[in-house]
């Protein structure tokens, strides 16, 4: 983030503490319910959001080396995204030629070939077939013709964009815009390493995942022993970039920006900002690091999702983990704080709200005047599936 908008955060936080209020939509909206219970509803944001938009399955560091590989399987296609010998970023249907088998079963490694499990068919890490066993048995066939099929892909901006459908398009200025790009850019993500990954299965909606990240309204009660001791609850600023969007989180450490001179301000010392990457990306940029959230729906249902989580840090920032670890007992985990948080806390409640949802005993949930990233995100979602905006209740 420049400088600039940096201090611009900041002043808009501390502006807020000051005055005792918050960034403010201009009235209420009613969420239906059925915007997480509908199965009509779930297969179009599937065929939508998932089948037929393009994907960002990691970044950069999930791909450290020539000959790195990763595999996914969350939005319907298999995917096997490689690194090839001259460094480029490919992304494949992970699906044998010959009988359909998943080729690569294994999360991620490095290897230059890949052989299906079922017969032996071996591919390149460019997805060409380059063997099969007994072709005098077999039959001869054109090795060019029954390669792996490539999808298009994009590493940008430290991002790992695939698309799910082959004749999809990845545009990421038409997806982000300059201005977030610009941003994005400044965080340097390229340059982060992945430590960690953890998945969190919970019976609720995929989208009320998301929702637990667009407000802070709740830090006093539901994280009153837990969060609420490090940042103000219900203070925060928001800014909107196309369908994408930053919810900055005042943290109590901001106090100690009051002295010191705006030149110096670093936004991660005084706030978190958490952005929300259309349609479901959530990304929490740390002073070392990130912490990637991935939200999808399981077992084709809109009832049962998983959050896939994965921990990003800088080289130093490992170092320092690392040096707190020798310090410690053999157990220390520096990451087991973001889980008892989001997974016991958070999604506990959002699984609870799903299961009030699915009483019928309720026709809406209320988004407060000061929730208004959920305000951006459910309308934005409602216009990519040409829905009508939810209208705005103004405060009696």
Not at 44 to 53: R, S, T, Y
Not at 87 to 114: L, Y
Not at 344 to 360: F, T, W
Request: net charge negative; aromatic share 12%.
């Amino acid at each position: 983030m420049i400088q600039k908008e940096q201090v611009r955060v900041i002043k808009g936080l501390l502006d807020h503490l000051d005055n005792k209020t918050n960034v403010k939509a201009d009235g209420m909206i009613k969420n239906p319910a059925d915007t997480y219970t509908s199965e009509d509803r779930f297969h179009k944001e599937w065929d939508n959001f998932f089948l037929n938009h393009p994907q960002i399955i990691g970044f950069s560091g999930d791909l450290p080396n020539k000959g790195s590989f990763m595999t996914a399987d969350d939005f319907g296609v298999p995917i096997l995204a490689t690194r090839d010998k001259n460094g480029e970023f490919k992304c494949f249907v992970n699906v044998c030629t010959h009988r359909g088998v998943i080729v690569e079963s294994q999360r991620r490694g490095e290897k230059e070939k890949f052989s299906c499990p079922f017969h032996g068919w071996t591919f390149n890490n460019r997805g060409s077939l380059v063997g099969y066993p007994k072709p005098d048995h077999f039959g001869e066939i054109d090795k060019s013709c029954y390669g792996l099929k490539e999808l298009p892909c994009a590493e940008k901006h430290g991002f790992l964009f695939v698309h799910p459908n082959e004749n999809g398009v990845i545009n990421t200025e038409d997806l982000l815009g300059d201005q977030l790009i610009e941003e994005m850019e400044s965080w340097n993500f390229k340059d982060l390493i992945l430590t960690q990954e953890e998945e969190y299965v919970t019976d609720m909606n995929w989208k009320l995942a998301i929702d637990t990240f667009g407000e802070t309204y709740h830090f006093s009660t539901l994280h009153k022993d837990t969060l609420f001791e490090s940042f103000y609850g219900n203070v925060q600023m928001f800014d909107t970039f196309k369908r994408n969007a930053r919810l900055s989180l005042c943290k109590r450490q901001i106090e100690d920006l009051r002295t010191t001179p705006e030149k110096d301000w670093d936004v991660r010392v005084g706030s978190l900002p958490v952005y929300f990457l259309f349609p479901n990306i959530i990304i929490n940029v740390l002073e070392g690091g990130i912490i990637v959230v991935k939200e999808y729906p399981l077992e084709n249902s809109p009832h049962k999702s998983v959050s896939k989580v994965s921990f990003y840090f800088t080289p130093e920032a490992i170092g320092y983990l690392e040096e707190i670890k020798n310090g410690n007992e053999e157990n220390f985990n520096p990451y087991i704080a973001f889980g008892e948080i989001i997974r016991d806390e958070d999604y506990v409640a959002a699984a609870a709200s799903h299961k009030g949802l699915r009483s019928g005993k309720i026709d809406h949930i209320l988004f407060g005047q000061n929730e208004p990233a959920l305000h951006h995100y459910h309308n934005t979602y409602r216009e990519a599936l040409n829905l009508e905006p939810m209208p705005l209740i103004k405060s009696k």
